[in-house]
């Protein structure tokens, strides 16, 4: 099968695909490399890169150049578009042919011809492609004729694929593609000769979570610490003479710049900080010679020769940083409205490990009081039930949920354990008896109309266990409520 009637037939079916973007970019790139010939490659590019709106021919000189070729009872026509409002499917169902070896690249340069020619010619350039094509082919070349074809894929798709295909970042890609005015512009050629030699591309970082008690304590050890906003983010900046690129740690693109950014010829990756939920635009940005600025200290400058948004409304910059060693760190007084980041010294390389630094969890008793099993394996538990004591009432109230792992290790020893002190039961759920104490680690306490005693542990780690019936150590949820809110610790 030819290529043009491969693409049509794909993007007839492309509605029913399912919504998943990496089955829709292997579809994508099969057809890409099914091409004959580069040329027929790059007229494939051009069709699932833009859409036709002008309109060179009407439906009804098509359906003259139909009848003249191809006698049909005029009922028989008026019959077919009352049946299928798609007009262009019923001329190309009408129409028979037994060919089907119409390249991509022969149909634009039909187009071409039919956009140009007068009526007598045009006639015989559809004829032509008509004559070489099969159903779905004359259906895609109406549309395109007609000024009423659409393409179908989302915009990363087709970037994507040819970054596959030629090497070349996707975001290279999608830049050339907003340039293309015409259809015969040789991908191959360009990626060729523009990326002979691997781009330079920042490494991925993995933002990690660590608490003090998990940083090793070394005498000569030093850590930059980062203060930010809750709402930033890290982010890697790459900076050259002609493009200025924002990703995300994972090295998904947030922002590109192109055109005379910076007056270094050498790639510079800069790690920064960003606000998501900030929509970065090319009005943010001036080309030209300005330096970074920290926007809690408009005095505090990193010398980097890129553009920059506007102070007033500062959405990445480079931050300060300051150093301490593991002592200073150990006496850090979080503050609610802040977000620390922390990375080993002289770590100017983006691809260095960089770490958000947690408080210490806050340690608390609770007693076991419910286990739900496993609505199709009775063994399994699926959660448990925390209580902790509460001023106003006589009995455990809950206060925390845990999902266990099914395949969890001592998963045997607290069946075994509460077997004896198992109660009620109300479907998969079953009571069970004081007598198992657990130390569980959080971060938060919050207030919740939806539990009895008025707060809620959203989640928690298991630190350790015991048999112990006697509820004199359980903690009090309500006082452990309000020395939560005492200590400035409180870190989202």
Same mark, same amino acid.
């Given at each position: 099968?030819?290529?043009?009637?491969?693409?049509?037939?794909?993007?007839?079916?492309?509605?029913?695909?399912?919504?998943?973007?990496?089955?829709?970019?292997?579809?994508?790139?099969?057809?890409?490399?099914?091409?004959?010939?580069?040329?027929?490659?790059?007229?494939?590019?051009?069709?699932?890169?833009?859409?036709?709106?002008?309109?060179?021919?009407?439906?009804?000189?098509?359906?003259?150049?139909?009848?003249?070729?191809?006698?049909?009872?005029?009922?028989?026509?008026?019959?077919?578009?009352?049946?299928?409002?798609?007009?262009?499917?019923?001329?190309?169902?009408?129409?028979?042919?037994?060919?089907?070896?119409?390249?991509?690249?022969?149909?634009?340069?039909?187009?071409?011809?039919?956009?140009?020619?007068?009526?007598?010619?045009?006639?015989?350039?559809?004829?032509?492609?008509?004559?070489?094509?099969?159903?779905?082919?004359?259906?895609?070349?109406?549309?395109?004729?007609?000024?009423?074809?659409?393409?179908?894929?989302?915009?990363?798709?087709?970037?994507?694929?040819?970054?596959?295909?030629?090497?070349?970042?996707?975001?290279?890609?999608?830049?050339?593609?907003?340039?293309?005015?015409?259809?015969?512009?040789?991908?191959?050629?360009?990626?060729?000769?523009?990326?002979?030699?691997?781009?330079?591309?920042?490494?991925?970082?993995?933002?990690?979570?660590?608490?003090?008690?998990?940083?090793?304590?070394?005498?000569?050890?030093?850590?930059?610490?980062?203060?930010?906003?809750?709402?930033?983010?890290?982010?890697?900046?790459?900076?050259?003479?002609?493009?200025?690129?924002?990703?995300?740690?994972?090295?998904?693109?947030?922002?590109?710049?192109?055109?005379?950014?910076?007056?270094?010829?050498?790639?510079?990756?800069?790690?920064?900080?960003?606000?998501?939920?900030?929509?970065?635009?090319?009005?943010?940005?001036?080309?030209?010679?300005?330096?970074?600025?920290?926007?809690?200290?408009?005095?505090?400058?990193?010398?980097?020769?890129?553009?920059?948004?506007?102070?007033?409304?500062?959405?990445?910059?480079?931050?300060?940083?300051?150093?301490?060693?593991?002592?200073?760190?150990?006496?850090?007084?979080?503050?609610?409205?802040?977000?620390?980041?922390?990375?080993? @010294?002289?770590?100017? &390389? =983006? %691809?260095? #490990?960089?770490?958000?630094?947690?408080? +210490?969890? !806050?340690?608390?008793?609770?007693?076991?009081?419910?286990?739900?099993?496993?609505?199709?394996?009775?063994?399994?538990?699926?959660?448990?039930?925390?209580?902790?004591?509460?001023?106003?009432?006589?009995?455990?109230?809950?206060?925390?949920?845990?999902?266990?792992?099914?395949?969890?290790?001592?998963?045997?020893?607290?069946?075994?354990?509460?077997?004896?002190?198992?109660?009620?039961?109300?479907?998969?759920?079953?009571?069970?008896?004081?007598?198992?104490?657990?130390?569980?680690?959080?971060?938060?306490?919050?207030?919740?109309?939806?539990?009895?005693?008025?707060?809620?542990?959203?989640?928690?780690?298991?630190? @350790?266990?015991?048999? &112990? =019936? %006697?509820? #004199?150590?359980?903690?009090?949820?309500? +006082?452990? !409520?309000?020395?939560?809110?005492?200590?400035?610790?409180?870190?989202?």
């Amino acid at each position: 099968m030819a290529s043009f009637e491969n693409l049509a037939a794909l993007l007839e079916s492309w509605k029913r695909f399912p919504q998943d973007f990496d089955f829709q970019l292997n579809r994508i790139k099969v057809l890409l490399q099914s091409a004959e010939s580069q040329e027929d490659q790059n007229a494939l590019i051009w069709l699932l890169s833009h859409s036709q709106r002008s309109r060179p021919v009407d439906l009804t000189f098509l359906v003259q150049v139909l009848l003249s070729h191809q006698p049909l009872p005029l009922w028989m026509l008026q019959q077919s578009f009352a049946v299928n409002a798609d007009k262009c499917e019923v001329l190309a169902q009408l129409f028979h042919t037994k060919t089907e070896t119409l390249s991509t690249a022969a149909m634009l340069r039909s187009f071409e011809k039919i956009k140009t020619k007068d009526k007598v010619e045009r006639e015989q350039q559809i004829h032509e492609v008509w004559n070489q094509s099969g159903p779905m082919g004359r259906w895609l070349f109406n549309r395109y004729i007609t000024g009423s074809y659409t393409c179908p894929l989302e915009e990363n798709i087709l970037p994507e694929a040819l970054s596959h295909i030629f090497g070349v970042p996707s975001y290279h890609i999608k830049n050339q593609l907003q340039q293309l005015t015409t259809w015969d512009f040789d991908w191959k050629k360009w990626a060729d000769s523009e990326f002979r030699q691997a781009p330079v591309l920042p490494t991925a970082i993995e933002i990690s979570e660590i608490r003090l008690s998990e940083i090793e304590d070394g005498e000569d050890s030093m850590w930059d610490l980062i203060a930010l906003p809750t709402n930033y983010t890290p982010g890697q900046l790459m900076v050259n003479s002609h493009e200025l690129v924002l990703f995300t740690p994972d090295l998904k693109e947030v922002f590109r710049r192109s055109g005379h950014v910076s007056s270094t010829v050498e790639t510079q990756f800069w790690q920064v900080f960003y606000d998501p939920a900030s929509v970065i635009t090319d009005a943010d940005i001036e080309l030209g010679y300005h330096p970074w600025f920290n926007p809690s200290d408009p005095s505090v400058r990193n010398p980097v020769d890129v553009a920059l948004p506007n102070i007033d409304v500062v959405k990445w910059y480079v931050p300060p940083t300051q150093h301490f060693t593991f002592h200073e760190l150990s006496n850090l007084d979080f503050q609610n409205d802040k977000r620390y980041y922390i990375r080993t @010294q002289q770590s100017d &390389n =983006p %691809s260095t #490990e960089i770490y958000l630094l947690r408080p +210490e969890r !806050f340690i608390a008793n609770a007693m076991v009081l419910y286990v739900r099993r496993n609505a199709h394996d009775s063994r399994l538990w699926d959660e448990i039930t925390f209580g902790m004591r509460h001023p106003e009432f006589p009995q455990l109230v809950p206060v925390a949920r845990w999902q266990p792992a099914h395949d969890w290790l001592h998963f045997e020893e607290w069946k075994s354990s509460l077997k004896v002190l198992m109660g009620e039961k109300f479907g998969p759920v079953t009571t069970i008896l004081p007598g198992w104490q657990v130390q569980i680690s959080f971060d938060e306490i919050i207030k919740s109309k939806k539990h009895k005693s008025g707060f809620n542990i959203p989640t928690v780690e298991i630190v @350790q266990w015991q048999a &112990n =019936p %006697s509820l #004199e150590e359980i903690d009090d949820i309500r +006082e452990l !409520f309000y020395y939560f809110q005492q200590r400035d610790k409180k870190f989202k």
